[in-house]
């Protein structure tokens, strides 16, 4: 993929929710906070303790939330050895930290990745008008394989599309990905793209964890089941929600009208 690109995962212990910017989802956004916006503004990364990386740089960008940036700018972020190891350490570790709620992934210099297998991977993704996306495994003589040709169909729902892209390795404009839902948003430049993704995040961050992480979760399995499926799993994960304070504090702060950032939520 050509341009910028970002995403946003929401991380809990088992599954990981991500927002990725490098093609416009037509995501529609209700106004942040005041207290929100501050937060996201104040993005001034610090050096992530534990995260010392060949291929990624890892830095706190806000409360609760973690930029990875693929780091071979002058390889175009091609994925090598060094990158397939260091994901899989990176991504187990900020698993297992409890204060991490959401990751915003993106790539340093003019492109995210060489692979849209990232991509179909997150949960919300962004990107520059100027990107473009492409499964090119079939001109190296490859299928793709390491999720595209699993996940992409789900995610723009045509398979004549996905075929298509598949069969022939042609480019896809970002224009051609906001239409088909590959992409959310849409921005002028790399800049607003993040900016976006950040106050996103911070939006996403601000939130139960328990709340956030059973909503991927839930969401995650209606797409692999039946509706009825789907309500019964749903009902039974509710259950256990209850055992959590999140829902009487959720409840007394939209009651004393106050801002969801200034309340201590569980860990997951």
Known sequence: ?????????????????????????????????????????????EEAPGHSYESLRVTAAQKHVLHVQLNRPEKRNAMNKAFWREMVVCFNKIAEDSDCRVVVISGAGKMFSSGVDLITACDIRYSTRDSFFQVKEVDVGLAADVGTLQRLPKVIGNQSLVNELAYTARKMMADEALESGLVSRLFPDKESMLDAAFTLAAEISSKSPVAVQSTKINLIYSRDHSVMESLNYMKSWNMSMLQTKDIMKSVQAAIEKKDLKTVSFSKL
Do not use: C, D, W, Y
């Open 1 to 45: 993929m050509a341009a910028a690109f970002a995403a946003v995962r929401r991380f809990g212990n088992l599954l990981i929710p991500r927002l990725t910017a490098s093609s416009n989802l037509g995501l529609n956004l209700r106004p942040m906070s005041a207290f929100t916006q501050e937060e996201a503004s104040k993005a001034s990364p």
